[in-house]
């Protein structure tokens, strides 16, 4: 089969999954049914793909391009010391920890190969929690802090699996020599990424104010952009993981800047949304459609260790999983007490008891697609043409923890949860509201300056003096509700929930006689698109 035939059946098997999902009458993870779906195509169709091991971490550079792109910045300055304390200090105790739990556990998996799955499982999937916890009452900060930690622990996670691989291929390995190289490689892969995002978004904005912007080609530049950073670097061997990462920082910075059309932002959100949904789904499938191969492979290395009871498989499952988790517990409690973080400051702030602070912590470290595609670049032989050894094994440990830990998420987080305060944070409620009425006033003074603006005919100023006054008005009505209803909370939510409902009613019965016109009048495409367009921008923007 041909790569383009695979690349559309790829993308086929991704829509079906998240059909069937929906579809579903019990709520089943959406990664559990593209593995199901991949191992079905592979046991039924005999569906094979090869790739080049090398191939799944390019997979990522998209995907840690845009979390790094979208990760609140705010958060991520303001908890820098509980970020690096997880991404960072937790990745290291999990790469040593789990590695001699597990190479004590399984004689057969060398010490170098069990750090390099230890290092594959540490980072953590902040995506997979927040669709597993979809709207419970999860803060918001904590939530912050979850996903930088997300972000950096994947770059450092696959950062020490690289030096665990490089291990397990030469056979050495000094603390001081590794010391030194990943501070090269983390450093000059940031620099990296750093570098290309700023020189290609430096030039496509010059390109802009001369000579227009184009859409296409801004949204094509950001595709190029993660596997520019990416390849670059590690041509320049520093770390091409990073150099995505930092890539992403940069562009959100650049976005801030609003050098590119309304148009091209929203366009280039809906291709970043549905690149980050296929390359999430195709991961899963390809462990799915590699799955039976994985696990016969993973029982002959069992059997070499003299044990012919698969169950051992699950067991061995468990027991990482269960280290993985008690381990996190352990380093979060201490974390949290060194910062103060579980002080009574803290508890108010994170709207919760500090003991239930460190379980949803500790749930809370989901693996996901990450993972996968780190345990799936294990190369297949080493350099002197030997097989990698247990690498099937690894496979299979890693894939067995992504799903036992997406399933105790789904179970225990809401438990945990249960009885939580939902209510929204105050000073960031206030600071929403200073902000609309900001720019409310600022709308303000722009229509009146341009009604005060002269060089324009007697009907046509009449005109745009009678649009005008009913637009301040409006303005106005927003300010006054933002004022009468700043100081409670609970007010102001009901107010704007009710605008919300209203307003949607409206754009929903407003679309639906547009498209009762269009059936019954020959109108132009043109003007249809654009009619439609419309509203559904209007609903998106009250919808939640």
């Known amino acids: 089969m041909d790569a383009f035939t695979v690349s559309l059946l790829l993308i086929a098997v991704v829509v079906a999954s998240s059909a ?19 191992a079905l195509m592979a046991s039924i169709f005999d569906f094979r793909v090869e790739l080049d091991p090398e191939t799944f971490l390019l997979f990522l550079a998209p995907l840690l391009f845009l979390d790094g792109w979208r990760i609140p910045k705010e958060g991520l300055l303001r908890d820098k010391g509980n970020i690096a304390a997880l991404a960072f200090g937790l990745v290291f105790f999990t790469v040593v920890g ?7 556990m399984i004689p057969a998996m060398p010490l170098a190969v069990a750090f390099a799955l230890a290092a594959a499982l540490s980072p953590t999937d902040a995506v997979a929690v927040s669709a597993i916890i979809n709207r419970a009452p999860l803060n918001r900060r904590l939530m912050q802090i979850l996903a930088g930690e997300s972000l950096l622990n994947d770059a450092s996670g696959l950062v020490c699996m690289r030096f665990a691989v490089a291990a397990v291929a030469t056979g050495a390995f000094s603390i001081s020599d590794a010391f030194a190289t990943f501070l090269w490689v983390a450093v000059g892969g940031v620099v990296m990424g750093v570098s290309i995002t700023w020189l290609a978004t430096s030039g496509k904005d010059w390109v802009a104010r001369r000579f227009g912007e184009e859409t296409g080609s801004q949204i094509l530049i950001s595709l190029l952009i993660p596997f520019a950073a990416y390849i670059l670097a590690e041509r320049a061997e520093v770390s091409g993981i990073l150099a995505a990462v930092a890539a992403g920082i ?26 980050q949904f296929l390359g999430n789904g195709v991961i899963f499938i390809l462990l799915g459609e590699q799955l039976p191969t994985i696990v016969s492979n993973a029982t002959e290395v069992l059997r070499e260790t003299g044990e012919h009871r698969q169950w051992w498989l699950l067991a061995y499952v468990v027991a990482i999983y269960g280290v993985l988790i008690a381990m996190r517990a352990i380093w979060v409690w201490c974390t949290f007490r060194l910062l103060r973080f579980c002080m009574d400051g803290a508890e108010q702030q994170f709207q919760m008891r500090g003991w239930r602070l460190v379980a949803v912590t500790s749930l809370c470290g989901v693996r996901g697609a990450v993972t996968l595609a780190g345990v799936l670049a294990f190369p297949f032989v080493l350099a002197d043409g030997s097989p990698f050894p247990t690498r099937d094994l690894a496979i299979f440990l890693a894939a067995g923890v992504i799903v036992l830990s997406l399933v105790t998420a789904k179970l225990g987080l809401p438990y945990v949860l249960m009885g939580t305060n939902t209510s929204p944070e105050p000073l960031r409620r206030a600071m929403e509201d200073k902000v609309r009425i ?7 003074a722009a229509v009146k300056r341009r009604l005060e603006e002269g060089g324009r005919d007697e009907r046509a100023l009449a005109l745009e003096m009678e649009a005008g006054t009913q637009i301040i008005a409006l303005y106005r009505q927003r300010i006054d509700v933002l004022m009468k209803t700043g100081s409670d909370i609970a007010l102001a939510q009901s107010v704007g929930e009710a605008e919300r409902v209203l307003r949607l009613v409206a754009i929903r019965a407003e679309r639906a006689e547009l498209y009762r016109i269009v059936r019954s009048d020959h109108l132009p495409d043109e003007l249809v698109r654009r009619l439609i367009r419309e509203t559904d921008l209007l609903e998106s923007r009250f919808s939640l």
């Open 20 to 38: 069937l999902t929906r579809m579903s009458p019990i709520v089943v993870p959406l990664p559990f049914v593209q593995i199901a779906l991949g």
């Open 438 to 444: 900001a720019t409310a006033q600022a709308a303000i």
């Open 250 to 275: 940069v562009m959100s910075y650049e976005e801030r800047s609003g050098q590119a059309l309304a148009i091209t932002r929203l366009r280039r959100a809906a291709v970043w949304d549905a690149l």
């Open 98 to 104: 789990a590695g001699c739990f597990i190479h004590w």
